[in-house]
């Protein structure tokens, strides 16, 4: 069985940091793109971050670039997301995806559309 394992992060306040983890268990994904995405109660679920297998090419939302680092480990199956200067409004329930396939320039990796496996999330709140 495949599953996305999430660990990392709790309560903060604005400002701090927290390290969210996210460990592939059953398969591997080293040639896939893998991602954070986050959600709040009624909204949509929300692009963060993504890394193409290489850990070379990274994305982030504009909300959060400059603040949150994505990295991974492939020897390891895993992704890490880093997020220093945490403010209220990133306060949600984040959310681990990975690509099966191979990844591809063609692909909108903002979209949760691209991924097919997910993490069961980890609660982020910021305190002010």
């Known amino acids: 069985q495949v599953q996305l394992v999430q660990s990392g992060g709790g309560l903060v306040q604005a400002g701090k940091s927290l390290t969210l983890s996210c460990a592939a268990v059953g398969r591997t994904f080293s040639s896939g793109v893998m991602g954070w995405f986050r959600q709040t109660p009624g909204k949509a679920r929300e692009f963060v971050s993504a890394?193409?297998?290489?850990?070379?090419?990274?994305y982030y939302s504009s909300s959060v670039e400059g603040r949150f680092t994505i990295s991974r480990d492939n020897a390891k199956n895993t992704v890490t997301l880093q997020m220093d200067n945490l403010k209220p409004e990133d306060t949600a329930v984040y959310l681990c995806?990975?690509?099966?396939?191979?990844?591809?320039?063609?692909?909108?990796?903002?979209?949760?559309?691209?991924?097919?496996?997910w993490g069961r999330g980890t609660q982020v709140t910021v305190s002010s």
């Open positions: 995806a990975a690509d099966s396939r191979p990844s591809s320039f063609e692909n909108n990796y903002r979209s949760t559309g691209e991924y097919d496996y």
């Open positions: 890394i193409r297998e290489t850990g070379d090419i990274k």
